[in-house]
């Protein structure tokens, strides 16, 4: 509890000290707003496909970077090379797992688990053939309990106004964070749903997010995402799937 409230203080007084200087640097910054539509299918059993709208707000400049449901707090770089940037952050997201028990059938019964707020680290590896990084997270709402690991690579192409950028992501989440949305506590199991307790797992990730630009000021994008889930998740009795998806279209309009 300790640990997981002085995270929460560090990231709090580090976004406030990131917007103290958003605000001297205004004019270096870009703004865009718009709206999207989030698509997605969780592995659990006979779960119906979640489709939410979602407002969009998009800001960065030297010290802050902000999009959909995650912020970044820009720390000094390191130049490498002409060509090569190694670029750090704290960072903080939203985290939208979980569910409610009238979600499905085989959730009756269950305790609501709920998503989050998470923070943690960032570091990216800028080079002219792709771009690596790495995160780590903690659940700072205290809800799992759980820490995140994500090693990613990406490129970004550009064929006039069309831009695509496809990724391979591999995600480590520990027990506590397995266990708490895929376990089965000792008071829920019942006939057809034995308890169950989750173990560290390691998921892949492949998306691919492309863009239109009409001008300047308007864009559309699509991002589509498919992870591969792990054997400590698909062994769960609440999960009857191999992986789950996830598609988003939106607007941005950018000033």
Known sequence: MQYRLLAARITVAALFSALT?????????????????????KP????????????????DNQYLHFFGTEAEIKLPGVTLSE??????????????????????????????????????????WHNPWVTLYADWTHDLSGNSKGQRTRLGAERRWQWGD????PRVVASWHDKKY????????ADEARDGRSAYQGASALSAELGLLSVYRFNAHHSVMLDLQVTQLSSEVKESPLVDASREDRLFMGYMYRF
């Open 162 to 165: 069309f831009s695509f950028t």
């Open 21 to 41: 200087l958003v605000s001297s640097s205004t004019l270096a910054a870009e703004w865009g707003i718009g709206a999207g539509v989030a698509s997605s299918q």
């Open 83 to 124: 060509t090569q940037q190694l670029n750090m952050g704290l960072i903080g997201r939203y985290d939208g797992s979980g569910y409610d028990a009238d979600d499905a059938d085989i959730l009756d019964g269950m305790a609501k688990r709920k998503g989050g707020f998470w923070g943690g680290a960032k570091a990216e």
């Open 44 to 59: 659990y059993k006979d779960m119906s496909r979640d489709t939410t709208p979602l407002p969009l707000l998009y800001f």
């Open 178 to 185: 397995v266990d708490y949305y895929y376990g089965v506590r």
